[in-house]
């Protein structure tokens, strides 16, 4: 893919709307070209400028509907097929953002469609951090005490890092991940040949305190809330295995058993 290609797939890339095999070709040309790199760095930044100061609202059924439908008719009548990505969600999307700058409020699909995207982003995250084995870690440590202090600093939140090894699931490593418009903790386990991703996260807003549990692509997702934390956990492992991995992680991170909270906020050494 060359830098033209790059540039005009950029918006779509960092709102998460290519198809994971045209995100990751992005994110391989952004790894090795600089000069692309840098112009997604920036607009990066654009775009948490204007996330933060932007309220979220649920956006009326009737306008996602009417945009559908409207959509539907053009298809019909120029006979195109429906990409992959719902084009009235982008759509809906780009009018998000145009009435947010028209009128400092922006229109969002929250819910059930939100956690959609998420579980896009994490099973893309998975499969983009074991293609390049580099990615995958950037502190490989089975010490929970070695891991858990490495996220100081780098994160706003300290990520509960528990300790498996002896129920069959030993600890890898961590690094830091970019989900849900934020930097998470990326918790590396292993189940036999198997590797177990564990998103971390602070909720934000009321917890969503049930487990859901789904299957895409090949893998099993878990994902739940506590009163402080997010988790995502993503693997190849089956569906029971996984739903074991989730239960010890809850039933630990509940008992606290984890190491105290070290928080520290980063400072502007830790940016750099
Ligand atoms: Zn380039």
């Given at each position: 893919?060359?830098?033209?290609?790059?540039?005009?797939l950029?918006?779509?890339?960092?709102?998460?709307?290519?198809?994971l095999?045209?995100?990751l070709?992005v994110e391989?040309h952004?790894?090795?070209?600089?000069?692309?790199?840098?112009?997604?760095?920036?607009?990066?930044?654009?775009?948490?400028a204007?996330g933060?100061?932007?309220r979220?609202h649920?956006a009326?059924?009737?306008?996602?509907a009417?945009?559908?439908?409207a959509?539907?008719?053009?298809d019909?009548?120029?006979?195109?097929?429906?990409?992959q990505?719902?084009?009235?969600?982008?759509l809906?999307?780009?009018?998000?953002?145009?009435a947010?700058i028209?009128?400092?409020?922006?229109?969002?699909?929250a819910?059930?469609?939100?956690?959609?995207?998420l579980?896009?982003?994490v099973?893309?995250?998975?499969v983009?951090?074991?293609?390049v084995?580099?990615?995958l870690?950037?502190i490989?440590?089975?010490?929970?005490?070695?891991?858990?202090?490495?996220?100081n600093g780098?994160?706003?939140?300290?990520?509960?890092v528990?300790?498996?090894?002896?129920?069959g699931?030993?600890?890898?490593?961590?690094?830091l991940?970019y989900?849900?418009?934020?930097?998470v903790?990326?918790?590396?386990?292993?189940?036999r040949?198997?590797?177990?991703q564990?998103?971390?996260?602070?909720?934000a807003?009321?917890?969503?305190?049930t487990?859901?549990?789904l299957?895409?692509?090949?893998y099993?997702?878990f994902?739940?809330?506590?009163n402080?934390?997010r988790?995502?956990?993503?693997?190849?492992l089956n569906?029971?295995?996984?739903?074991?991995?989730?239960?010890?992680i809850?039933?630990q991170?509940?008992t606290g058993?984890?190491?105290?909270?070290?928080r520290r906020?980063?400072?502007?050494?830790?940016?750099?």
């Amino acid at each position: 893919m060359d830098c033209q290609r790059v540039l005009s797939l950029m918006d779509g890339y960092l709102d998460r709307e290519l198809d994971l095999t045209t995100q990751l070709a992005v994110e391989q040309h952004l790894a090795d070209c600089p000069a692309c790199h840098a112009i997604s760095l920036k607009q990066q930044a654009l775009s948490a400028a204007l996330g933060a100061g932007a309220r979220y609202h649920r956006a009326r059924p009737v306008l996602a509907a009417n945009i559908k439908s409207a959509l539907d008719k053009i298809d019909a009548a120029s006979g195109t097929k429906r990409r992959q990505t719902p084009r009235w969600l982008s759509l809906a999307a780009s009018i998000a953002i145009a009435a947010f700058i028209g009128s400092g409020t922006t229109y969002w699909l929250a819910g059930s469609s939100s956690d959609d995207l998420l579980t896009q982003e994490v099973i893309a995250s998975h499969v983009r951090a074991q293609m390049v084995a580099s990615r995958l870690i950037d502190i490989a440590s089975s010490d929970s005490h070695t891991v858990k202090p490495w996220f100081n600093g780098k994160l706003d939140f300290a990520p509960p890092v528990l300790d498996l090894t002896t129920q069959g699931f030993p600890l890898v490593g961590g690094r830091l991940d970019y989900l849900a418009n934020r930097p998470v903790a990326a918790l590396v386990y292993r189940h036999r040949q198997h590797l177990i991703q564990l998103y971390v996260w602070p909720i934000a807003g009321r917890p969503d305190t049930t487990r859901h549990a789904l299957s895409r692509q090949g893998y099993q997702v878990f994902y739940w809330s506590d009163n402080t934390m997010r988790y995502w956990a993503i693997s190849d492992l089956n569906a029971d295995e996984l739903r074991t991995f989730s239960d010890l992680i809850q039933q630990q991170a509940s008992t606290g058993q984890m190491l105290p909270a070290a928080r520290r906020l980063p400072t502007p050494e830790d940016m750099r």
